[in-house]
């Protein structure tokens, strides 16, 4: 789940770094109204995990915003 906690909305044009995921089920672009938050699925594979962060094209920066993905509890 990705929420945006800021005071503005934030459409998310592209997650930079799609390709190091299995699967990442998460349409783009979307937005976020503020205090929204959308649900995604990221998919590791054996040899193959969820990477620890997620890149993401924003309409809030000229730069990448990197989120980190915690760990899956075991």
């Known amino acids: ?3 945006n906690t800021g005071n503005t909305s934030v459409t998310i044009f592209a997650v930079t770094n799609r390709e190091d995921f299995v699967l990442l089920d998460l349409e ?3 937005t976020l109204d503020p205090d929204r938050s959308v649900n995604g699925v990221a998919i590791g594979a ?3 995990p969820v990477p620890g962060e997620i890149v993401l094209e924003t309409s809030s920066t000229e ?3 990197i989120v980190p993905i915690p760990p899956r509890p075991i």
Do not use: S, V, Y
Request: glycine share 8%; with cysteine.
């Open 46 to 48: 054996f040899g193959a």
């Open 63 to 65: 730069t990448p915003i």
């Open 1 to 3: 789940m990705l929420r």
């Open 28 to 30: 783009t672009p979307c």
